[in-house]
C-alpha cells in the first residue's frame, strides 16, 4: 500500500516523491498538473514546483513518480533508475506511432504469420537485449532543431531522429496467442511481455522491431510500467485517492 508523509503545506514545499498509478489516456503532465493545481487550490497558493520523473504514454499506466517543492531536485536522478514494463505487442500489424494511438497502415503475410511459433518469437526477442541503438518512433516527445517529433507526425511530416544508446536488460514472453480480427477475416497473434530496461527505452520501438525481425510487422496494444526504480505499482496511489489525500490535509491544517 502506498504510503502518506504529507499532513501540511510545508510538507510539500520540503519535497515529496509521489508515485502514482496513471490513468489510461492521460499524459504525464496532465497528471502533473493536476497534483500541482489540486495542491495551489488546498493551499490557497500561488505556485509550488511539481514534476515527473520519467515520462509515460497516454495509453501506458502504471507507475509515474511525481515530486513535489524541493524534492523536484532529485528528478533526474530519480528518472536515470532502470524501469520494469509488461504489456502485449500485437504482431500482423502495424501502426505509424509503434501503438494503438494511430489506426493500422499495413497488414503482415498470413502465409508467415501462421508459421511463426512461439520459439522463434522467444529467439527474435533474445536479440533484442543487450545494448542497442534504438530508433525512437515518429511519434514521440523527441525534438529536431526545435520542432517535435510527434507534432510533426500528426501532421503528417517526419524529422530526422537519431538512434539512441538504451539497455534492454530482459525481454522475455509471457504468453502467445492467435487472435482472429477484422470480422474474422485475418489473424495476428499477441505476445504478452515483460521487459526491465533503462532509461529512454521505448517500447513502442522494441514492439516495432520485433515484428520486424520476424517479417510481418508489430506494434504495442497494451502496456504497463510495474516499476521505476525501488517504486512499484502495488504501492502506488490511485490518482484520485491522492487528490482526495491532499484536499483532507489542507483541511486537517485549517482545523489545527
Given at each position: 500500500m502506498h504510503e502518506n508523509n504529507f499532513n501540511s503545506l510545508e510538507d510539500f514545499q520540503e519535497g515529496q516523491v509521489l508515485v502514482i498509478d496513471k490513468p489510461l489516456t492521460w499524459t504525464s503532465f496532465d497528471v502533473v498538473n493536476k497534483v500541482r493545481g489540486t495542491i495551489r487550490h488546498t493551499f490557497n497558493i500561488k505556485k509550488i514546483k511539481v514534476g515527473h520523473a520519467g515520462t509515460l504514454d497516454p495509453l501506458a499506466t502504471g507507475v509515474l513518480v511525481i515530486c513535489t517543492g524541493r524534492k523536484t531536485k532529485t528528478i533526474d536522478l530519480l528518472q536515470a533508475e532502470q524501469k520494469t514494463y509488461t504489456g502485449t505487442i500485437r504482431l500482423g500489424i502495424t501502426t505509424p506511432s509503434y501503438d494503438a494511438e494511430t489506426k493500422i497502415d499495413s497488414w503482415g503475410d498470413p502465409d508467415i504469420i501462421s508459421?511463426?511459433?512461439?520459439?522463434m518469437i522467444a529467439f527474435a526477442a533474445s536479440k533484442l537485449t543487450g545494448e542497442l541503438d534504438q530508433m525512437p518512433p515518429q511519434f514521440s516527445a523527441k525534438k529536431v532543431d526545435g520542432v517535435t517529433a510527434y507534432k510533426a507526425a500528426r501532421l503528417g511530416k517526419t524529422v530526422a531522429l537519431k538512434t539512441k544508446r538504451v539497455t534492454v536488460n530482459s525481454f522475455d514472453i509471457i504468453s502467445v496467442e492467435t487472435v482472429t480480427i477484422q470480422e474474422g477475416d485475418f489473424n495476428v497473434i499477441d505476445v504478452k511481455f515483460e521487459v526491465v530496461c533503462s532509461k529512454g527505452t521505448y517500447i513502442r520501438s522494441i514492439a516495432h522491431d520485433l515484428g520486424k525481425a520476424l517479417g510481418v510487422g508489430g506494434t504495442l496494444t497494451s502496456l504497463r510500467r510495474t516499476r521505476s526504480g525501488n517504486f512499484t505499482s502495488d504501492k502506488a496511489w490511485n490518482l484520485d485517492e491522492l487528490l482526495n489525500a491532499v484536499k483532507k490535509a489542507g483541511e486537517t491544517g485549517k482545523n489545527e
Amino acid at each position: 500500500m502506498h504510503e502518506n508523509n504529507f499532513n501540511s503545506l510545508e510538507d510539500f514545499q520540503e519535497g515529496q516523491v509521489l508515485v502514482i498509478d496513471k490513468p489510461l489516456t492521460w499524459t504525464s503532465f496532465d497528471v502533473v498538473n493536476k497534483v500541482r493545481g489540486t495542491i495551489r487550490h488546498t493551499f490557497n497558493i500561488k505556485k509550488i514546483k511539481v514534476g515527473h520523473a520519467g515520462t509515460l504514454d497516454p495509453l501506458a499506466t502504471g507507475v509515474l513518480v511525481i515530486c513535489t517543492g524541493r524534492k523536484t531536485k532529485t528528478i533526474d536522478l530519480l528518472q536515470a533508475e532502470q524501469k520494469t514494463y509488461t504489456g502485449t505487442i500485437r504482431l500482423g500489424i502495424t501502426t505509424p506511432s509503434y501503438d494503438a494511438e494511430t489506426k493500422i497502415d499495413s497488414w503482415g503475410d498470413p502465409d508467415i504469420i501462421s508459421n511463426i511459433t512461439s520459439e522463434m518469437i522467444a529467439f527474435a526477442a533474445s536479440k533484442l537485449t543487450g545494448e542497442l541503438d534504438q530508433m525512437p518512433p515518429q511519434f514521440s516527445a523527441k525534438k529536431v532543431d526545435g520542432v517535435t517529433a510527434y507534432k510533426a507526425a500528426r501532421l503528417g511530416k517526419t524529422v530526422a531522429l537519431k538512434t539512441k544508446r538504451v539497455t534492454v536488460n530482459s525481454f522475455d514472453i509471457i504468453s502467445v496467442e492467435t487472435v482472429t480480427i477484422q470480422e474474422g477475416d485475418f489473424n495476428v497473434i499477441d505476445v504478452k511481455f515483460e521487459v526491465v530496461c533503462s532509461k529512454g527505452t521505448y517500447i513502442r520501438s522494441i514492439a516495432h522491431d520485433l515484428g520486424k525481425a520476424l517479417g510481418v510487422g508489430g506494434t504495442l496494444t497494451s502496456l504497463r510500467r510495474t516499476r521505476s526504480g525501488n517504486f512499484t505499482s502495488d504501492k502506488a496511489w490511485n490518482l484520485d485517492e491522492l487528490l482526495n489525500a491532499v484536499k483532507k490535509a489542507g483541511e486537517t491544517g485549517k482545523n489545527e
